[in-house]
């Protein structure tokens, strides 16, 4: 069974930087990405990044695009996602997810963390 472990989650005054990390215990034939969505309560879950394990060319979501950046480390099984100037509505708990569905922006992913809190003070 695939684990995913995220950390690295926390508070940060708007305008700060924080650096969440996910690792996978394990990569199947039909896991080629892995990808970062955040939830707040009462709201649907919201695509932030993705990235392939064969491909350089990541994927972001509009409200994140030229202050997120995601990373992987394909011998440690780990993705990174890099946030900065961050603001009070980047606030929500974040989640790592791999083995994407057909969508990659669609929170229909087969395998979840189990989310690392966010908190972006004004």
């Known amino acids: 069974q695939v684990q995913l472990v995220e950390s690295g989650g926390g508070l940060v005054q708007a305008g700060g930087s924080l650096r969440l990390s996910c690792v996978t215990s394990?990569?199947?034939?039909?896991?080629?990405?892995m990808g970062w969505f955040r939830q707040t309560p009462g709201k649907e879950r919201e695509f932030v990044a993705a990235?392939?394990?064969?491909?350089?060319?990541?994927y972001y979501g509009d409200s994140v695009k030229g202050r997120f950046t995601i990373a992987r480390d394909n011998a440690k099984n780990t993705v990174y996602i890099q946030m900065n100037r961050l603001k009070p509505e980047d606030t929500a708990v974040y989640y790592c997810?791999?083995?994407?569905?057909?969508?990659?922006?669609?929170?229909?992913?087969?395998?979840w963390g189990q989310g690392t809190q966010v908190t972006v003070s004004s």
């Open positions: 997810a791999s083995d994407p569905g057909a969508v990659l922006t669609a929170p229909e992913w087969a395998h």
């Open positions: 990235i392939r394990w064969s491909s350089d060319s990541p």
């Open positions: 394990s990569r199947t034939a039909s896991d080629n990405a």
